[in-house]
Nanobody, 124 residues
Framework: QVQLVESGGGLVQAGGSLRLSCAAS????????KGWFRQAPGKEREFVAA????????NYADSVKGRFTISRDNAKNTVYLQMNSLKPEDTADYYC?????????????????WGQGTRVTVSS
C-alpha cells in the first residue's frame, strides 16, 4: 500500500517558489528520518535534503543549500520541502523517502520507503 504521498509539484518560472509536501500513512513514520530526492530526465536520482525525526538536524545537497528548506510536522506526519529561487536545473521528479534510525543518509539505497513522486518544472 502507498505509505508516502507527495504533492505540491507544478510549473513555475525561474526565480519562483514551490512547497512540496509528503504525507505519511504509517504512524511510526513520524519518528523516521525523512529525505527528499530528485530525478531529472535522463539522469540518476540524487539527494536533495534530509531531516531527523525531531527536525533539529538537516542535511542538504550543495546545489540547493540556501534555496531549499526541509521541515516536518510530526503531528501531521508530514514533511515539507520549501523551494525558493528555483532554477531550470531544478526541474525533476521529486521523491520523498523514509528510513528508521537517526543518520541523515544521502544515498537512496539507505531509504526503505518511497513515495510515487511529484513533478517540478521550472521554466526559464
Amino acid at each position: 500500500q502507498v505509505q508516502l504521498v507527495e504533492s505540491g509539484g507544478g510549473l513555475v518560472q525561474a526565480g519562483g517558489s514551490l512547497r512540496l509536501s509528503c504525507a505519511a500513512s504509517r504512524r511510526d513514520f513520524s519518528t523516521y528520518v525523512k529525505g527528499w530526492f530528485r530525478q531529472a530526465p535522463g539522469k540518476e536520482r540524487e539527494f536533495v535534503a534530509a531531516i531527523n525525526w525531531r527536525g533539529a538536524n538537516t542535511n542538504y545537497a550543495d546545489s540547493v543549500k540556501g534555496r531549499f528548506t526541509i521541515s516536518r510536522d510530526n503531528a501531521k506526519n508530514t514533511v515539507y520541502l520549501q523551494m525558493n529561487s528555483l532554477k531550470p536545473e531544478d526541474t525533476a521528479d521529486y521523491y520523498c523517502a523514509a528510513r528508521s534510525g537517526s543518520v541523515l543518509h544521502t544515498t537512496q539505497g539507505m531509504y526503505n520507503y518511497w513515495g510515487q513522486g511529484t513533478r517540478v518544472t521550472v521554466s526559464s
